[in-house]
Structure formats: C-alpha cells, structure tokens
C-alpha cells in the first residue's frame, strides 16, 4: 500500500464523517441559535429550554436523514473492501 493510497483512504473517510455529521450540527446549531436568541429577547434563562428542543430537533434530524446516513457508509465500505486486491498488489 503506498503512501498515496493510506491518505486517499483518510481523505474520503474524512469527507464521510463531515458529511454524516453535518444535518445533525448544523440543525443543533440552528435550533441553538434560534433558543438563545428567544431567550435573549425573553430574558428567560432556563437551561432544560435549550436543551430539550435542540435533542428532541436532532432526534427528528437523525430519523429523517437516516437512511440516507446508513446508505453513505454502506457504500464506503462497500468501496473500501472492493479497493483491497487494488491496495495489495500496489497498484
């Protein structure tokens, strides 16, 4: 395996991690957003009113992309374990 192949291998699961990761972040961060601002503007501080939007928000993020999540790293691995004869023989 060349140097070459090994950072190939890391850049695309890198790339997979950031885009599995993505819907759920970027929802916690909007939800988060939106609370901290309605409590800014309230002046409510009330801790479980951060908290219980945004895992109940994520949740609901989680089971609509899913499928589509399982589908992506399905398809790396499959990926991957089609590149092992390539990766052994060096070329």
């Known amino acids: 395996m060349t140097p070459e192949a090994v950072l190939?291998?890391?850049m695309q699961g890198l790339?997979?991690?950031a885009k599995l990761a993505a819907p759920l972040l970027?929802?916690?961060l909007v939800v988060g957003f939106s609370i901290s601002?309605?409590?800014s503007i309230t002046q409510i501080?009330?801790?479980t009113l951060s908290f219980v939007p945004k895992a109940i928000a994520v949740a609901i993020a989680l089971i609509v992309?899913?499928?589509w999540?399982?589908?992506e790293a399905i398809a790396f691995t499959h990926e991957?374990?089609?590149?092992?004869p390539q990766l052994l023989s060096g070329g």
Do not use: K, P, S, Y
Request: glycine share 8%; charged share 10%.
């Open 65 to 67: 992309c899913g499928n």
């Open 37 to 39: 601002l309605l409590q």
């Open 15 to 17: 790339m997979l991690a």
């Open 80 to 84: 991957m374990f089609a590149r092992i």
């Open 8 to 10: 190939d291998i890391g």
């Open 45 to 47: 501080q009330e801790v």
């Open 26 to 28: 970027i929802t916690a």
């Open 69 to 71: 999540m399982i589908a």
